[in-house]
């Protein structure tokens, strides 16, 4: 068994040499990250040296070496190459010769265009707003492709698999009945009970009911659907086709002759915008459900009673409105969540925030048309 | 992490050592009973028809999947039955290159070859930087390092995941399948810098693959084999199997299939 090296500290020293010329030694053990000596005033020399001058290196007391070496000898070769001095590779040992030769075999490219430097506040607030202008134009643009597919479909003439389509719509479908559920009813039961505790201030408290019912089918099924599937699918399908853009799945659609387009997006437009007015309405149900259990614990009144107040104060044009809206609604998560599916960039990242910006740009798109159909549905009377 | 000095080659003692392993997924049997030795310095190949288990038997040895029998021994050290902190120390004198790259892509080529430098050195930032532009320069991609992995060529990728591998020094590098997707120049040219980097830095390099030339034009040892029997056929060096091995399906393989059926040379 041999004996354990004892290592020995780096050492980088200049020895003096006739006019000029410099004798470089290295000596101990050159381990990258183990206290390696500068070579800054070496470096200082070689600047202020004349072209001409030789470098030569002396390494008899020199130990392992690794990484830790070579990197400085190349920070030495380059600044002797810059002032003109010649270096005399013969004092290094084999292998660093080689990995230096490696290392500089090929020229660094500098035509390569990366710009590091910083852009100032101004100009990144041009660069955003022209991102801003973009993505406006990739909306419209998208959503117009969108329509002429569609139109494809309704005449027969889209490729695409049926039996996805029906798998989107059990996906978009069935499958968000547990968690529509559970939030319409939480929801439901929330308004009864702030509903409750004011109405019965003046006695009123089964108006509760009228409450519950009425938010419900006007507005709140509607929106509240549409944001869960703005998380759920939304964020899905940009998923699903930001992977596939990475993957070059996509490309490979375009090059057999498929419409990405009619394969990829709109089955999955359609299969949501079915399902939102369904969806709506069980929302709408497990609210009033919810309301009615809180209300029937609050209040004085029997089942009876709440049904039948309940249902006296729902008309057919709230239902309608609100089916109209969850459509509306559909159509847009489903419109951002294709489009940003379809924009993704190249990496892992990509998808990431292909995924974020499917999510939010649904929300913000549901809530200003609220707010548009909203005051429609107020100067219609609806 | 390697260490070399010109005089302190160690000859003949074995680098790597496979004793008594079986590779399995579940209870379906991949190759038993593979014996074999890798010394310091070596170029060894793992090759064999498609679906032997070659890529298999690489991930084990990289610690990725355990062997369902056996072991792998490093420097006389078993790795399979080592504690984990252990385990992962020896991991660190490894470096791999996976089939496509691997690169993250997220990150640059720079940021991909400072990770584990960041991870296991005291580095700082402007030095790992300085490491990782020369690393990147040893393969010919000086340059690029704020380049993103999408943004290059195959052939790029591969390299800068080679510069990857050999970010920490390893003693040992592993190759999956090299020259998969190269033309026949820049497979002659990654082969040529397999051979440069060994000889410069004194690794053994491991490599998968069954691109006869490359394996002819550099390896010196080699395992093969053989998914019917699920075992090893022979080991040696490549050109002596090719020329003279008693098996008529290790001959034929490394003839490219030109052998007959009755061939006895």
Known sequence: MDQPRVSAPAILEVLPAESGNLIVRLAGDWLLGVNLP????????????????????????????????????????????????????????????????????VAERTDTGRDRTASGRLQRIGESTLDALRAGREMITFAGELTLSLGRFVTGRATYLRQNLFVYIQEAGVEALPIVALISLLIGMIFAFVGVMQLN????????????????????????????????????????????????????????????????????????????????????????????????????????????????????????????????????????????????????????IATTRAVVMGIVLIVVSASVLTIIYINLGI | MLTTTDSERAAGTAHIEVVDLTMAYGSFVIQQNLNFSINRGDVFVIMGGSGCGKSTLLKIMIGLKSPARGQVIFNGESFWETEREDQ?????????????????????????????????????????????SYKLSLVGLAGFEDFYPSEISGGMKKRA????????????????????????????????????????????????THELASIFSIANNSVFLDPKTKTQLATGDPRLLRDSDPNFDVRNFLNRGALHEDSTT
């Open chain 1, 38 to 105: 500068a070579a800054d005033d070496l470096l200082q020399r070689l600047a202020t040296s004349r072209a001409g001058n030789r470098l030569e290196f002396e390494t008899d007391s020199l130990g392992v070496w690794n990484t830790g070496l070579v990197t400085t000898l190349l920070a030495i070769y380059e600044a002797a190459a810059a002032n003109g001095v010649a270096v005399n590779p013969e004092g290094l040992p084999e292998g660093a010769r080689r990995l230096i030769a490696l290392s500089l075999a």
């Open chain 2, 161 to 208: 995941g080679l510069a990857r591998a050999m970010a920490l020094d390893p003693e040992i590098l592993f190759f999956d399948e090299p020259s998969a997707g190269l033309d026949p120049i820049s497979s002659k040219l990654l082969d040529d810098l397999i051979i440069e980097l060994k000889e410069s830095l004194g690794t053994t390099v491991v490599v998968v």
């Open chain 1, 201 to 352: 201030l003046f006695g009123a408290g089964i108006y509760t009911a009228d409450l519950v019912a009425v938010a419900m089918i006007r507005e709140i099924a509607a929106i509240m659907t549409a944001i869960i599937m703005a998380g759920r699918t939304g964020a899905a399908y940009a998923a699903e086709i930001g992977t596939m853009k990475v993957n070059e799945e996509v490309d490979a659609l375009t090059t057999l002759g498929i419409n990405p387009i009619d394969f990829l997006v709109t089955p999955r437009v359609i299969a949501l915008v079915l399902m939102m007015p369904l969806l709506t309405m069980f929302s709408s149900l497990m609210g009033i459900i919810g309301g009615m259990i809180v209300g029937l614990f609050m209040l004085d009144a029997s089942f009876q009673q709440y049904l039948e107040q309940t249902i006296s104060a729902v008309r057919l044009n709230f239902l309608f409105g609100g089916l109209f809206k969850s459509l509306v609604y559909g159509s847009l998560v489903a419109l951002a969540g294709t489009l940003q599916g379809m924009a993704c960039g190249s990496s892992a990242m990509a998808v990431g």
């Open chain 2, 88 to 132: 992962e120390q020896m991991k660190r004198s490894f470096g791999t290159l996976f089939q496509a790259g691997a690169l993250w892509s997220s990150m640059t080529l720079a940021e991909n070859v400072a990770l584990p430098l960041q991870q296991y050195t005291d580095l700082s930032g402007p030095q790992i930087r300085e490491v990782c």
